[in-house]
Protein backbone atom coordinates (compact mmCIF):
# COMPACT_ATOMS: atom_id res chain seq x y z
CA UNK A 1 0.00 0.00 0.00
CA UNK A 2 1.19 3.23 -0.72
CA UNK A 3 1.47 6.00 2.01
CA UNK A 4 3.77 7.94 4.30
CA UNK A 5 5.72 6.64 6.99
CA UNK A 6 7.12 8.57 10.04
CA UNK A 7 8.85 7.24 12.73
CA UNK A 8 9.39 7.43 15.78
CA UNK A 9 5.84 7.69 16.71
CA UNK A 10 7.15 9.58 20.09
CA UNK A 11 10.10 10.59 21.12
CA UNK A 12 11.59 12.10 24.40
CA UNK A 13 14.05 14.33 24.34
CA UNK A 14 16.20 16.82 26.91
CA UNK A 15 16.65 19.91 26.28
CA UNK A 16 19.64 20.48 24.46
CA UNK A 17 19.85 17.66 22.43
CA UNK A 18 19.33 17.75 18.73
CA UNK A 19 16.81 14.24 17.32
CA UNK A 20 15.69 13.55 13.87
CA UNK A 21 12.19 12.82 12.83
CA UNK A 22 12.21 10.22 9.46
CA UNK A 23 9.71 11.01 6.71
CA UNK A 24 9.17 8.08 4.38
CA UNK A 25 7.20 8.01 1.22
CA UNK A 26 6.45 5.64 -1.89
CA UNK A 27 3.95 7.76 -3.53
CA UNK A 28 6.33 8.72 -5.74
CA UNK A 29 5.50 12.46 -5.27
CA UNK A 30 8.16 15.11 -5.89
CA UNK A 31 6.85 17.59 -3.05
CA UNK A 32 7.26 17.09 0.55
CA UNK A 33 6.33 18.86 3.76
CA UNK A 34 7.07 19.41 7.43
CA UNK A 35 4.49 20.58 9.66
CA UNK A 36 3.86 21.54 13.26
CA UNK A 37 0.79 21.59 14.97
CA UNK A 38 0.43 22.64 18.52
CA UNK A 39 -2.55 21.80 21.04
CA UNK A 40 -5.70 23.64 19.86
CA UNK A 41 -3.99 24.84 17.20
CA UNK A 42 -3.77 24.76 12.96
CA UNK A 43 -0.76 23.38 11.91
CA UNK A 44 2.00 25.85 10.64
CA UNK A 45 5.00 25.13 8.10
CA UNK A 46 8.40 24.49 8.76
CA UNK A 47 9.88 23.89 5.71
CA UNK A 48 8.79 21.98 2.23
CA UNK A 49 10.86 20.36 -0.47
CA UNK A 50 9.27 20.96 -4.58
CA UNK A 51 12.26 18.37 -5.73
CA UNK A 52 15.77 16.32 -4.72
CA UNK A 53 18.53 18.53 -3.42
CA UNK A 54 16.07 21.64 -2.97
CA UNK A 55 14.46 22.94 -0.21
CA UNK A 56 12.82 25.50 0.98
CA UNK A 57 12.22 27.62 4.38
CA UNK A 58 7.96 27.73 5.88
CA UNK A 59 6.76 30.11 8.73
CA UNK A 60 8.49 28.83 11.25
CA UNK A 61 11.84 27.23 10.15
CA UNK A 62 14.02 28.80 12.58
CA UNK A 63 15.52 25.77 14.93
CA UNK A 64 15.01 23.31 12.50
CA UNK A 65 17.20 21.45 9.65
CA UNK A 66 15.84 19.53 6.58
CA UNK A 67 17.62 17.36 3.93
CA UNK A 68 16.28 15.75 0.67
CA UNK A 69 19.10 13.60 -1.09
CA UNK A 70 16.36 10.77 -1.73
CA UNK A 71 12.79 11.50 -3.79
CA UNK A 72 11.53 9.16 -1.11
CA UNK A 73 12.68 10.59 2.27
CA UNK A 74 12.15 13.98 4.02
CA UNK A 75 13.84 13.77 7.21
CA UNK A 76 13.54 17.01 9.86
CA UNK A 77 16.43 17.56 12.75
CA UNK A 78 14.91 19.47 15.88
CA UNK A 79 18.46 21.24 17.07
CA UNK A 80 19.03 22.39 20.53
CA UNK A 81 18.45 26.05 18.92
CA UNK A 82 13.96 25.55 19.27
CA UNK A 83 13.19 27.30 21.58
CA UNK A 84 9.51 25.47 22.16
CA UNK A 85 10.23 22.27 19.96
CA UNK A 86 7.47 19.78 22.12
CA UNK A 87 4.42 19.41 19.70
CA UNK A 88 2.99 16.82 17.00
CA UNK A 89 4.99 16.70 14.13
CA UNK A 90 3.42 15.87 10.60
CA UNK A 91 5.34 15.11 7.62
CA UNK A 92 3.55 15.12 4.38
CA UNK A 93 3.84 15.02 0.17
CA UNK A 94 1.65 15.73 -2.89
CA UNK A 95 1.87 15.44 -6.52
CA UNK A 96 3.07 18.22 -8.70
CA UNK A 97 1.52 17.39 -11.88
CA UNK A 98 -1.64 18.77 -12.73
CA UNK A 99 -2.87 21.11 -10.69
CA UNK A 100 -4.37 21.39 -6.82
CA UNK A 101 -3.49 18.15 -5.91
CA UNK A 102 -4.29 17.83 -2.32
CA UNK A 103 -1.48 17.25 0.65
CA UNK A 104 -1.34 13.50 2.04
CA UNK A 105 -0.37 13.06 5.65
CA UNK A 106 1.73 10.63 7.59
CA UNK A 107 0.62 9.65 10.89
CA UNK A 108 2.54 12.22 13.04
CA UNK A 109 5.67 12.14 15.45
CA UNK A 110 5.04 13.20 18.85
CA UNK A 111 7.97 15.16 20.48
CA UNK A 112 8.67 16.10 23.91
CA UNK A 113 11.33 17.99 25.62
CA UNK A 114 11.63 17.30 29.16
CA UNK B 1 0.14 37.25 4.83
CA UNK B 2 -2.60 34.83 4.34
CA UNK B 3 -4.48 34.53 7.26
CA UNK B 4 -7.57 31.68 7.45
CA UNK B 5 -10.16 32.18 10.32
CA UNK B 6 -12.82 29.36 11.04
CA UNK B 7 -15.64 29.80 12.97
CA UNK B 8 -17.02 28.09 15.22
CA UNK B 9 -13.76 26.82 16.78
CA UNK B 10 -16.45 24.49 18.95
CA UNK B 11 -19.48 22.79 18.20
CA UNK B 12 -21.73 20.46 20.27
CA UNK B 13 -24.47 19.09 18.15
CA UNK B 14 -27.32 16.90 18.74
CA UNK B 15 -27.58 13.68 16.27
CA UNK B 16 -29.33 14.13 13.58
CA UNK B 17 -29.04 18.17 13.45
CA UNK B 18 -27.88 19.85 10.18
CA UNK B 19 -25.02 22.74 10.64
CA UNK B 20 -22.26 24.33 8.91
CA UNK B 21 -18.66 26.10 9.48
CA UNK B 22 -17.40 28.61 8.27
CA UNK B 23 -13.56 28.96 6.53
CA UNK B 24 -12.78 32.76 5.53
CA UNK B 25 -9.68 33.48 4.17
CA UNK B 26 -7.56 37.28 3.44
CA UNK B 27 -6.20 37.29 0.17
CA UNK B 28 -7.11 35.52 -3.06
CA UNK B 29 -7.43 32.00 -3.76
CA UNK B 30 -8.85 29.31 -5.73
CA UNK B 31 -7.93 26.38 -3.53
CA UNK B 32 -9.16 25.47 -0.90
CA UNK B 33 -8.92 22.28 1.07
CA UNK B 34 -11.01 20.71 3.78
CA UNK B 35 -9.23 17.69 6.40
CA UNK B 36 -10.90 15.82 9.06
CA UNK B 37 -8.56 14.37 12.35
CA UNK B 38 -9.66 12.71 15.00
CA UNK B 39 -7.89 12.63 18.17
CA UNK B 40 -4.36 12.05 17.80
CA UNK B 41 -4.03 10.95 14.39
CA UNK B 42 -3.40 12.24 11.56
CA UNK B 43 -5.39 14.36 8.92
CA UNK B 44 -7.40 12.74 6.73
CA UNK B 45 -8.52 14.73 3.47
CA UNK B 46 -11.60 15.30 2.55
CA UNK B 47 -12.66 17.97 -0.18
CA UNK B 48 -10.65 19.52 -2.87
CA UNK B 49 -12.25 23.06 -4.17
CA UNK B 50 -10.66 24.38 -6.75
CA UNK B 51 -12.91 27.14 -8.80
CA UNK B 52 -15.71 29.33 -7.34
CA UNK B 53 -18.84 27.70 -7.12
CA UNK B 54 -17.09 24.64 -6.80
CA UNK B 55 -19.28 22.19 -4.57
CA UNK B 56 -18.60 18.63 -3.17
CA UNK B 57 -20.41 16.31 -1.48
CA UNK B 58 -19.28 13.09 0.36
CA UNK B 59 -21.90 11.29 2.59
CA UNK B 60 -23.83 13.91 5.20
CA UNK B 61 -20.70 16.38 4.27
CA UNK B 62 -20.92 19.39 1.87
CA UNK B 63 -18.57 22.02 0.82
CA UNK B 64 -18.52 24.82 -1.29
CA UNK B 65 -15.77 27.89 -2.48
CA UNK B 66 -16.98 31.22 -2.94
CA UNK B 67 -13.47 33.08 -3.97
CA UNK B 68 -15.07 36.46 -4.20
CA UNK B 69 -16.27 36.78 -1.25
CA UNK B 70 -13.35 34.08 0.60
CA UNK B 71 -15.61 32.29 2.23
CA UNK B 72 -16.13 28.55 2.13
CA UNK B 73 -18.84 26.31 4.05
CA UNK B 74 -18.43 22.40 5.18
CA UNK B 75 -22.16 21.74 5.44
CA UNK B 76 -22.88 19.14 8.10
CA UNK B 77 -26.81 17.24 7.09
CA UNK B 78 -28.36 14.69 9.95
CA UNK B 79 -24.94 14.97 12.34
CA UNK B 80 -24.27 11.28 13.76
CA UNK B 81 -21.37 10.31 16.22
CA UNK B 82 -19.28 9.15 13.78
CA UNK B 83 -18.81 12.62 12.66
CA UNK B 84 -17.28 13.87 15.53
CA UNK B 85 -13.81 15.25 14.91
CA UNK B 86 -11.87 18.51 14.32
CA UNK B 87 -12.61 19.58 11.32
CA UNK B 88 -9.76 21.97 9.38
CA UNK B 89 -9.61 24.62 6.19
CA UNK B 90 -6.14 25.02 4.02
CA UNK B 91 -6.05 27.23 1.69
CA UNK B 92 -3.22 27.45 -0.84
CA UNK B 93 -2.30 31.26 -1.19
CA UNK B 94 -1.83 31.19 -5.13
CA UNK B 95 -4.52 32.17 -7.61
CA UNK B 96 -3.67 30.86 -10.23
CA UNK B 97 -0.24 29.86 -11.68
CA UNK B 98 2.12 27.29 -10.11
CA UNK B 99 1.27 26.31 -6.94
CA UNK B 100 3.93 25.33 -4.06
CA UNK B 101 1.25 23.19 -1.72
CA UNK B 102 2.09 25.83 1.05
CA UNK B 103 -0.97 25.68 2.69
CA UNK B 104 -2.53 28.04 5.42
CA UNK B 105 -4.64 26.29 8.05
CA UNK B 106 -7.71 27.72 10.11
CA UNK B 107 -7.84 26.67 13.76
CA UNK B 108 -9.89 24.01 13.16
CA UNK B 109 -13.78 23.43 14.61
CA UNK B 110 -13.93 20.82 17.23
CA UNK B 111 -17.39 19.05 16.69
CA UNK B 112 -19.00 16.82 19.10
CA UNK B 113 -22.09 14.77 18.21
CA UNK B 114 -24.07 14.03 21.10
CA UNK B 115 -27.03 11.44 21.17
Known amino acids: DGGITQSPKYLFRKEGQNVTLSCEQN?????MYWYRQDPGQGLRLIYY???????QKGDIAEGYSVSREKKESFPLTVTSAQKNPTAFYLC?????????????FGEGSRLTVL | ELKVEQNPLFLSMQEGKNYTIYCNYS?????LYWYRQDPGKSLESLFV?????AVKQEGRLMASLDTKARLSTLHITAAVHDLSATYFC???????????????FGQGTILTVHP
Open chain 1, 27 to 31: LNHDA
Open chain 1, 49 to 55: SQIVNDF
Open chain 2, 49 to 53: LLSNG
Open chain 1, 92 to 104: ASRRTSGRGGELF
Open chain 2, 90 to 104: AVDGTAGGTSYGKLT
Open chain 2, 27 to 31: TTSDR
